[in-house]
């Protein structure tokens, strides 16, 4: 079989046709200056950027390299701009050196990963320079932007929201530059093809349209939310990551339980309560636990304030847990330390399911550490390559990361506690959007209460696990 070839690079410039409108954000209209056609599918747009994020030498040969100075996937930087209809995932800060420092100037710049409000997979690269004036290696703008468009056929195209008096006819260098730009990301866009294996799996249990189309009427009933967010993190991030959350569970709790799970939901270390506050105002029964209250809490409605309650958790307890109910459905949305409890506490109190996200990767009583947690044993027979296959546990990480063991030990965690496990990668705008769900239990019911009893007995007798007091007023609420 012959080798595939790179379709050829045909820029063009007719926007009048194509509906391909420029980015918009609330400062200043954008410019299109050309598109393309894309020549690869939407999941490898973020490998695709990540050559131009890490490589800029590669397109200019004033440029000596890039040093990362940092990497965050919130609190965003107020320099980035707002796009309407999209929500930064991450923010790359970097320096770039000049060839001759003699002559030109190093160059700080940010370079932003957006997504749409509706997905998890960012389709937007921006690039924002700081500092004035601009070194001459720089295109004389104040953002530069690089888009995937799912249009038919898709579409990259290259966006700028140019400095004053800069010339962007097809002549000028601007334009020049971003012919050059969009070029390197046609071809890092088919190399990323042809040497890659799709592993992430969306809509498994939800379908996709069922789900968008979902999500469209939640975000327009609930995106009010942005304006009036009380906490000092990024509201664009938080709002509309717990709107897709929500909107995946109650469609999830549709199929599964025919409308609603049998005595509700418990948010399990609820933090700010978002997405208790969603759930209760769409009519469900349920309420959100955590160690402290947080500010945003007495800002939500009457009804959603009496649905939050301080409450700590303690696995040694002889006192029955009053939010741990049979029927429940256990909510462990990045959760940390709550993390590992939640397979757990879902068998040991009959719960209907469960869905955890993780985050932060913990055990029962201390961080995870790969070369300490070996994960729970399989059934006879099992294949650990197949099992792990199974998973879906994405092609952004590699599988002997740590993130990826710690999910490999949650799962086998939940196997161990008698779930069948069910994986799906959520469309939200979170890098951290993998999540285990429970519906299902399977096997001796005796055997795995053994396993329970086990943990416990383990957790009690390494001492290391002690019950934190509830802080503030936990009377309160």
């Given at each position: 079989?012959?080798?595939?070839?790179?379709?050829?690079?045909?820029?063009?410039?007719?926007?009048?046709?194509?509906?391909?409108?420029?980015?918009?954000?609330?400062?200043?209209?954008?410019?299109?200056?050309?598109?393309?056609?894309?020549g690869f599918p939407k999941d490898l747009f973020q490998i695709a950027v990540a050559q131009l994020v890490e490589h800029p030498e590669y397109n200019s040969t004033l440029i000596l390299r890039s040093?990362?100075?940092?990497?965050?996937?919130?609190?965003?930087?107020?320099?980035?701009?707002?796009?309407?209809?999209?929500?930064?995932?991450?923010?790359?800060?970097?320096?770039?050196?000049?060839?001759?420092?003699?002559?030109?100037?190093?160059?700080?710049?940010?370079?932003?990963?957006?997504?749409?409000?509706?997905?998890?997979?960012?389709?937007?690269?921006?690039?924002?320079?700081?500092?004035?004036?601009?070194?001459?290696?720089?295109?004389?703008?104040?953002?530069?932007?690089?888009?995937?468009?799912?249009?038919?056929?898709?579409?990259?195209?290259?966006?700028?929201?140019?400095?004053?008096?800069?010339?962007?006819?097809?002549?000028?260098?601007?334009?020049?530059?971003?012919?050059?730009?969009?070029?390197?990301?046609?071809?890092?866009?088919?190399?990323?093809?042809?040497?890659?294996?799709?592993?992430?799996?969306?809509?498994?249990?939800?379908?996709?349209?069922?789900?968008?189309?979902?999500?469209?009427?939640?975000?327009?009933?609930?995106?009010?939310?942005?304006?009036?967010?009380?906490?000092?993190t990024d509201p664009l991030k938080h709002v509309f990551e717990d709107i897709g959350i929500a909107t995946y569970l109650i469609l999830l709790w549709q199929l599964s339980y025919r409308d609603r799970?049998?005595?509700?939901?418990?948010?399990?270390?609820?933090?700010?309560?978002?997405?208790?506050?969603?759930?209760?105002?769409?009519?469900?029964?349920?309420?959100?636990?955590?160690?402290?209250?947080?500010?945003?809490?007495?800002?939500?409605?009457?009804?959603?304030?009496?649905?939050?309650?301080?409450?700590?958790?303690?696995?040694?307890?002889?006192?029955?847990?009053?939010?741990?109910?049979?029927?429940?459905?256990?909510?462990?949305?990045?959760?940390?330390?709550?993390?590992?409890?939640?397979?757990?506490?879902?068998?040991?109190?009959?719960?209907?399911?469960?869905?955890?996200?993780?985050?932060?990767?913990?055990?029962?009583?201390?961080?995870?550490?790969?070369?300490?947690?070996?994960?729970?044993?399989?059934?006879?027979?099992?294949?650990?390559?197949?099992?792990?296959?199974?998973?879906?546990?994405?092609?952004?990480?590699?599988?002997?990361?740590?993130?990826?063991?710690?999910?490999?030990?949650?799962?086998?965690?939940?196997?161990?506690?008698?779930?069948?496990?069910?994986?799906?990668?959520?469309?939200?705008?979170?890098?951290?959007?993998?999540?285990?769900?429970?519906?299902?239990?399977?096997?001796?019911?005796?055997?795995?209460?053994?396993?329970?009893?086990?943990?416990?007995?383990?957790?009690?007798?390494?001492?290391?696990?002690?019950?934190?007091?509830?802080?503030?007023?936990?009377?309160?609420?």
């Open positions: 079989m012959s080798a595939p070839i790179r379709p050829r690079f045909e820029p063009k410039t007719d926007f009048e046709g194509p509906n391909l409108p420029p980015l918009s954000s609330i400062e200043h209209p954008w410019t299109s200056l050309l598109y393309c056609n894309a040093e990362q100075l940092s990497d965050t996937t919130d609190n965003f930087p107020d320099e980035i701009p707002l796009l309407e209809g999209h929500v930064p995932l991450r923010c790359i800060h970097r320096r770039l050196l000049p060839r001759r420092p003699g002559r030109d100037e190093p160059l700080v710049q940010y370079c932003t990963l957006y997504a749409r409000e509706d997905d998890d997979l960012p389709t937007v690269l921006v690039l924002t320079p700081l500092g004035s004036p601009l070194p001459y290696y720089h295109p004389a703008v104040s953002h530069i932007g690089f888009r995937y468009l799912d249009s038919d056929p898709p579409t990259l195209q290259l966006d700028v929201l140019p400095l004053p008096a800069t010339p962007s006819d097809v002549n000028s260098r601007l334009f020049r530059t971003s012919l050059a730009l969009l070029d390197t990301l046609h071809r890092y866009g088919w190399g990323a093809m042809t040497n890659y294996k799709k592993r992430v799996q969306h809509d498994n249990l939800v379908p996709r349209e069922v789900y968008q189309d979902k999500y469209l009427q939640m975000r327009e009933k609930y995106k009010h939310l942005v304006n009036s967010w009380q906490e000092t799970p049998p005595n509700g939901f418990l948010d399990f270390g609820c933090g700010n309560g978002l997405l208790t506050h969603i759930l209760i105002s769409e009519g469900y029964h349920g309420c959100g636990i955590d160690l402290r209250a947080r500010i945003s809490w007495s800002h939500y409605s009457k009804e959603t304030h009496e649905h939050l309650h301080v409450h700590a958790f303690n696995p040694f307890s002889e006192t029955p847990d009053p939010y741990l109910l049979p029927g429940v459905f256990i909510i462990g949305n990045h959760a940390d330390e709550l993390t590992p409890w939640v397979p757990v506490l879902a068998t040991m109190h009959s719960a209907s399911g469960y869905i955890s996200i993780p985050c932060c990767p913990w055990t029962f009583d201390a961080k995870f550490d790969r070369s300490l947690s070996a994960r729970f044993p399989l059934a006879d027979g099992e294949d650990e390559a197949s099992f792990i296959e199974s998973l879906s546990l994405g092609g952004h990480s590699s599988p002997s990361s740590a993130y990826s063991m710690y999910r490999v030990w949650l799962a086998s965690l939940s196997r161990h506690c008698g779930w069948q496990i069910e994986c799906e990668t959520l469309r939200i705008p979170s890098t951290r959007n993998w999540a285990i769900v429970g519906r299902k239990r399977s096997g001796d019911a005796d055997a795995q209460q053994r396993n329970i009893d086990d943990i416990i007995q383990f957790v009690r007798d390494r001492g290391i696990f002690k019950s934190r007091k509830p802080e503030g007023k936990a009377g309160d609420h």
